[in-house]
């Protein structure tokens, strides 16, 4: 049965995340989002939560296990601070976590170890450029060839592309049409990262395009051996990240609309009293709740090993959506301060309008 209550170990990593993500990541965040840059002692502070150390076994570096509940606990509270600065701090996790599930007993002894120390940038790649990208089939392929892999393909939206120690690239095998994960580290041969993307939201998380031509891998490349992964899974892992950071962003803008329309008096009165106002002000409190036992649902299911391919995509799709309306309401009960980009509720509604094309940027 869901439990609708933190264990008392996870209330203490969630207060200590919101701590950090109100003292440390809220007073950069429109700095960040007007630069482009997110401070590397902000990322550091965070590391030190030990988010990732957390979920890797002793045996491999680190001191907990690997709990999808408690991953999006502590994904709300850190997107509650800034999208930006989450994505980047939690985007190791994209090429830890499927060496945890997936790796093989080499793999894992020498990968998971990095991860125990100091903040390393590591990455995944899997969108694809164009709007027709379809997992199922996707462009980027790989064949083998000589005892080993040839990759080719492009890529789109890759987080730390440019600093990534290695990355984690997503391409269908030609002969089966399978998909598996390929470990790629910088600096191989036929891989070029272009230039910065310009995003209309997320503007301090630094996203790349990549291209693969004939980039030759060794067998010991492919995640999982010859077994491989299951991609559906790293999927539902992913969708019910992004849902949960989408609750944080939701959370955030009905905050501070709630307050604000505490505060602000017209005609003698705050707008909250206004029957318009507190309406919409309701409205975006059931769909954060909505939204938050959603991604409760999906998580449990994914943590007692049930299929939940079903509740990761209902949750992301009905996230999306909803992060929107709630941003959105945010801004209107601002009314004309809510267009202007000193208040935060402007940054929040463009960060929300990307969860429905955020596909591979997080997970838990």
């Known amino acids: 049965?869901?439990?609708?209550?933190?264990?008392?170990?996870?209330?203490?990593?969630?207060?200590?995340?919101?701590?950090?993500?109100?003292?440390?990541?809220?007073?950069?965040?429109?700095?960040?989002?007007?630069?482009?840059?997110?401070?590397?002692?902000?990322?550091?502070?965070?590391?030190?939560?030990?988010?990732?150390?957390?979920?890797?076994?002793?045996?491999?570096?680190?001191?907990?296990?690997?709990?999808?509940?408690?991953?999006?606990?502590?994904?709300?509270?850190?997107?509650?601070?800034?999208?930006?600065?989450?994505?980047?701090?939690?985007?190791?996790?994209?090429?830890?976590?499927?060496?945890?599930?997936?790796?093989?007993?080499?793999?894992?002894q020498e990968l998971l170890p990095l991860f125990a120390e100091a903040y390393i940038p590591m990455t995944a790649a899997l969108m694809e450029p164009g709007i027709f990208f379809d997992h199922t089939n996707m462009k980027t392929t790989v064949t083998s060839q000589d005892g080993g892999f040839v990759l080719n393909g492009e890529k789109a939206n890759v987080p730390l592309a440019a600093e990534a120690q290695k990355m984690l690239v997503y391409a269908r095998d030609s002969e089966s049409g399978e998909?598996?994960?390929?470990?790629?580290?910088?600096?191989?041969?036929?891989?070029?990262?272009?230039?910065?993307?310009?995003?209309?939201?997320?503007?301090?998380?630094?996203?790349?395009?990549?291209?693969?031509?004939?980039?030759r891998l060794e067998p010991s490349r492919k995640l999982g051996g010859e077994e491989g992964i299951d991609f559906q899974v790293i999927r539902n892992y992913s969708h019910v990240a992004l849902a949960a950071m989408a609750v944080g962003v939701a959370r955030a803008s009905y905050e501070y609309a709630r307050e604000y329309a505490k505060q602000r008096v017209q005609f003698g009165v705050p707008i909250?009293?206004?029957?318009?106002?507190?309406?919409?002000?309701?409205?975006?409190?059931?769909?954060?709740?909505?939204?938050?036992?959603?991604?409760?649902?999906?998580?449990?299911?994914?943590?007692?090993?049930?299929?939940?391919?079903?509740?990761?995509?209902?949750?992301?799709?009905?996230?999306?959506?909803?992060?929107?309306?709630?941003?959105?309401?945010?801004?209107?009960t601002l009314g004309g301060y809510g267009f202007i980009r000193e208040y935060p509720v402007e940054r929040w509604l463009r960060n929300a309008r990307g969860f429905a094309m955020f596909d591979g940027l997080a997970i838990v």
């Open 1 to 108: 049965m869901v439990s609708f209550t933190p264990t008392e170990e996870q209330q203490m990593l969630v207060d200590a995340i919101h701590r950090y993500a109100d003292s440390d990541v809220r007073k950069i965040a429109h700095e960040a989002d007007e630069t482009g840059q997110i401070p590397q002692e902000v990322i550091d502070t965070g590391w030190e939560i030990g988010l990732i150390p957390a979920a890797i076994p002793e045996e491999y570096g680190g001191f907990g296990e690997h709990e999808a509940l408690t991953g999006v606990l502590a994904a709300e509270e850190l997107a509650w601070g800034d999208l930006s600065v989450a994505l980047k701090l939690l985007a190791p996790a994209l090429f830890a976590f499927p060496v945890l599930m997936y790796g093989t007993e080499e793999q894992k």
């Open 179 to 215: 998909v598996g994960a390929y470990i790629v580290d910088a600096g191989t041969e036929g891989m070029t990262i272009g230039e910065r993307e310009k995003l209309m939201g997320i503007r301090a998380l630094e996203t790349y395009p990549v291209t693969f031509e004939n980039v």
């Open 272 to 332: 909250a009293t206004k029957q318009a106002i507190a309406f919409m002000l309701a409205e975006m409190a059931i769909e954060v709740d909505a939204m938050r036992m959603m991604v409760w649902e999906a998580a449990w299911k994914l943590d007692q090993g049930q299929d939940a391919t079903a509740e990761a995509y209902l949750v992301k799709e009905y996230a999306a959506k909803s992060a929107l309306f709630v941003t959105d309401s945010g801004v209107q």
